[in-house]
């Protein structure tokens, strides 16, 4: 089985910081892209930042230059840098990691976790 965990998230003011990780476990071979996604209320899921094993990453034009994700391939974690942050951040934050396992791979969504930007 395999879990991806989320942490992070919470209330902060506009203009504030705040930070994001993402765990997976379980039975893992190896992980290629591991990304964040979040969902406004009455909006679709949308992609905010996406990293590859090696490193390169691409981010949705709304948060470059305030965002960053990097990553621990040895603890299989992917974090999440929020800065400067506006109202419109506001949202679910869910990681996504596509997993390979001994047998299969597949793509593994967190729970998600809240990220509310206040006035």
């Known amino acids: 089985q395999v879990q991806v965990v989320e942490s992070g998230g919470g209330l902060v003011q506009a203009g504030g910081s705040l930070g994001l990780s993402c765990a997976a476990s379980g039975s893992i071979f190896s992980i290629n892209a591991m990304g964040w996604y979040r969902q406004a209320p009455g909006k679709q899921r949308e992609l905010v930042a996406a990293?590859?094993?090696?490193?390169?990453?691409n981010y949705a034009d709304s948060v470059k230059g305030r965002f960053t994700i990097s990553r621990d391939n040895a603890k299989n974690t992917v974090y999440l840098q929020m800065n400067s942050l506006k109202r419109e951040d506001t949202g679910v934050y869910y990681c996504?990691?596509?997993?390979?396992?001994?047998?299969?791979?597949?793509?593994?969504w967190g729970q998600g976790t809240q990220v509310t930007v206040s006035s």
């Open positions: 990293i590859t094993s090696e490193g390169s990453t």
């Open positions: 996504n990691a596509e997993i390979v396992g001994l047998r299969s791979r597949a793509s593994y």
